[in-house]
């Protein structure tokens, strides 16, 4: 597979699931994301801005997310999210540390 062909397929494998937690799979929550897997919608919003940045595009957080989301996370939160139990609130930190804290320092 040549350079070009191999872009435009990972940019297809990422649109599809983009589509499919963002339409198809709404129901799943970022906490369950993040504590079954290490990585949720957010990190996927990161790892397009962190993408963009390293292009010489400025892209904030906020903004990050809203292309992602195609919508802000005031309305995603208001929308689709759910109250999380203690018990999935502290794997979630658990799950942070390991997934985003920690590998940002080991980058940083």
């Given at each position: ?14 649109r599809t699931l ?91």
């Amino acid at each position: 597979m040549d350079d070009q062909t191999k872009l435009e397929v990972e940019a297809a494998a990422f649109r599809t699931l983009r589509k499919h937690l963002m339409e198809d799979r709404t129901d799943v929550q970022n906490i369950d994301m993040m504590n079954l897997t290490g990585f949720c919608r957010n990190c996927l919003a990161r790892w397009y801005q962190e993408a963009a940045n390293e292009r010489g595009i400025e892209m904030s957080k906020d903004e990050a997310r809203e292309a992602y989301y195609g919508m802000t996370m005031a309305e995603w939160k208001a929308t689709y999210q759910t109250d999380a139990s203690p018990e999935k609130q502290a794997e979630f930190e658990v799950a942070f540390k390991e997934n985003v804290t920690d590998k940002l320092a080991e980058k940083g």
